[in-house]
């Protein structure tokens, strides 16, 4: 097992990872919030948060991974409800807000695919754990902490002396704000926010002993993790716009009820931008992974672009940084294809003199593991590995290089794809090709687009597949 340290947004300082369990890391990733498609920064975090559980796996230890789905927030119940007259029912109301999240969620679930974000161990729903918020704001209220306000729960801020201490705001230099009802605020005065939501007309509600509403948004957080994780949390991850108040917010309701330290380690990703500006839908910068699809662009492109990136250094996003992400990929793959064909002729290096494969392999896997483990330092892992191809290349001119040499090659090859996942053996690349078409063909059958699935099960077959649909649903493949 390595060990591995990680910027730590608590204490400022990169911190080594040591689990409260040894061997096992647990963590929670905040999830989208499932009311339109993904835009590409959005992605950028859920990429980072998939470099992070790549890297604990493969550093052997186990992991259980949670991204939450925000399933009822302002925005949601905004867009769900748009179309409802104000007579409608509780039961319309939860219906319209449950048919959008879940196509939104289908949807998501195809950008994870078709980014090899690797689905999470746990992906609880909010909406899925009313009870639980109910009971862990029912805490907060019996210890003080919390207060009702027509029908609305805020948790007192001022009882709590840490409050602020993830943001590192300087509370006394503050004003004493009020209680805010909005879950997103700045940081310029200490303001009691919202835990529960008193019923609103035009809204969807649940029960509860403070009379009909709804979560706030951060409890949400707070009560899933609590649930399925207990007492201690190893990682809590998200974007950077989450630490205050987002973030600071959880501490407090769950360090509240729990009257001790919640979270190990805060890691906070940095933000996309697009060609240097913040993105926005009205700036015409606002881009889904379909935009880029529409463009041409293999979504495995993008991943590369972003995982080639530090994932604390803001990424400015560009069509001409796609286009170097797709000729450094051409590299790595070209390589790969070379070293797995034994006749092809060497690579076009100028020549060095003689090296040792297995000296070079064993110098770039400590080089590469070596940067992965100190706060997950893509750019200095891939420099380890594009040395070791300019090394090869130049050597593999002159001199052929023994199958025992190339494979060693290639076992290193394949343990950094476990991280980037964008050079994979071809059959592998098959299998991640079928299976995203499996999974559009799920969704197209879910939503009775029968032409459109029958088209996608002729596409598979072009790839030389047959697919076999099962009784319990699932579907399993064979080459013909
Ligand atoms: P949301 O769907 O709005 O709840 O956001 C999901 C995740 O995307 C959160 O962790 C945000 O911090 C993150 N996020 C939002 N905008 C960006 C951006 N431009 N770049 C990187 N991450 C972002
Ligand atoms: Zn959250």
């Known amino acids: 097992m390595r060990s591995i340290f990680l910027f730590n947004t608590l204490t400022r300082s990169i911190d080594q990872v040591i689990p409260n369990e040894p061997g096992v890391v647990k963590v929670y990733n905040c999830g989208p919030t499932i009311y339109n498609f993904a835009h590409i920064g959005n992605l950028r975090t859920f990429l980072f948060q998939d470099l992070l559980r790549r890297t604990l796996l493969a550093c052997g230890y186990d992991v259980v991974f949670c991204m939450n789905l925000t399933d009822v927030e302002d925005k949601i119940i905004r867009d769900s409800q748009a179309d409802l007259p104000q007579s409608a029912d509780n039961e319309t109301r939860l219906g319209a807000m449950r048919a959008l999240t879940d196509k939104y969620e289908k949807h998501f679930l195809e950008d994870m695919t078709a980014l090899g974000i690797q689905m999470p161990t746990h992906m609880p729903r909010a909406t899925d754990y009313i009870p639980q918020m109910i009971r862990l704001v029912e805490g907060l209220e019996s210890k003080g902490l919390a207060y009702e306000r027509d029908g609305s729960v805020y948790f007192r801020v001022s009882e709590l002396p840490d409050y602020g201490s993830l943001a590192h705001l300087d509370r006394e230099g503050m004003k004493q704000g009020s209680s805010v009802d909005s879950d997103e605020y700045d940081r310029d005065s200490l303001n009691d926010f919202v835990l529960w939501k008193g019923y609103k007309p035009g809204e969807p509600w649940w029960e509860s002993k403070w009379g009909n509403g709804r979560p706030g948004w951060h409890i949400e957080c707070s009560a899933m993790s609590l649930d399925l994780f207990g007492e201690y949390l190893d990682i809590h991850t998200g974007g950077i716009d989450l630490v205050f108040p987002h973030h600071e917010n959880e501490i407090a309701q769950s360090e509240g009820l729990l009257g001790h330290k919640w979270v190990n380690h805060w890691v906070h990703g940095e933000f996309l931008l697009v060609e240097g500006e913040k993105m926005s839908k009205s700036l015409g910068n606002f881009y889904t992974l379909r935009d880029l699809r529409e463009k041409g662009i293999d979504p495995i492109v993008f991943r590369y672009a972003i995982q080639s990136n530090h994932y604390r250094k803001a990424y400015n996003f560009t069509f001409d940084g796609l286009s170097a992400a797709e000729a450094s990929l051409k590299r790595i793959r070209g390589f790969r294809r070379r070293m ?141």
Do not use: M
Request: proline letters at 4%.
């Open 340 to 480: 797995e064909d034994q006749s092809a002729p060497g690579g076009g290096g100028e020549f060095k003199e003689s090296i040792d494969p297995y000296i070079r392999v064993e110098k770039a896997r400590q080089e590469f593991w070596d940067a992965l483990c100190d706060d997950l330092n893509t750019p200095e892992a891939l420099a380890a590995l594009f040395t070791l191809i300019t090394d090869i290349n130049a050597q593999d001119d002159r001199i052929l290089l023994l199958p025992d040499e190339r494979s060693a090659i290639l076992d290193f090859l394949d343990e950094t794809d476990s991280i980037f996942a964008a050079w994979p053996h071809e059959s592998r690349s098959l299998d991640q090709e079928v299976k995203e078409l499996i999974t559009a063909r799920k969704i197209a059958k879910a939503n009775k687009e029968w032409a459109e699935a029958d088209k996608i099960r002729e596409k598979i077959k072009d790839l030389g597949i047959v697919l076999e649909d099962r009784k319990d649903g699932s579907v399993s493949w064979h080459k013909i």
